[in-house]
């Protein structure tokens, strides 16, 4: 079994930061990538960025230059770094990473609970 769990949100002002962090834990897996989507009320679930096990990263066009998603291998952790953030950044921040189990090399995708984060003055 293979969890994730994620930390970090809560309520900032406009224009401040906060850090997520999630944490993968079990045995007898390894992770490809790893990342974050959104929810926020009303709208569909939606990627925030995204990175690989040798660092290549993807970010939604709406967070660019903002935030910046980072990962240690060595504790199979990804953070996501958000700057300067703005009122439509609030919503339900979702961790996600694709494993392989083993040792039959079974592929899944695994999701944290959630964390919110709240942007408002």
């Known amino acids: 079994q293979v969890q994730l769990v994620e930390s970090g949100g809560g309520l900032e002002q406009p224009g401040g930061s906060l850090r997520l962090s999630c944490a993968a834990s079990?045995?007898?897996?390894?992770?490809?990538?790893m990342g974050w989507y959104l929810h926020a009320p009303g709208k569909e679930r939606e990627l925030v960025a995204t990175?690989?096990?040798?660092?290549?990263?993807v970010y939604a066009d709406s967070v660019k230059g903002r935030f910046t998603i980072s990962r240690d291998n060595a504790k199979n952790t990804v953070f996501l770094q958000m700057n300067s953030l703005k009122p439509e950044d609030t919503a339900v921040y979702y961790c996600?990473?694709?494993?392989?189990?083993?040792?039959?090399?079974?592929?899944?995708?695994?999701w944290g609970q959630g964390t919110q984060v709240t942007v408002s003055s």
């Open positions: 079990g045995s007898s897996f390894s992770i490809n990538a």
């Open positions: 996600y990473a694709k494993i392989v189990m083993y040792p039959f090399l079974e592929y899944r995708n695994i």
């Open positions: 990175i690989t096990s040798s660092g290549s990263t």
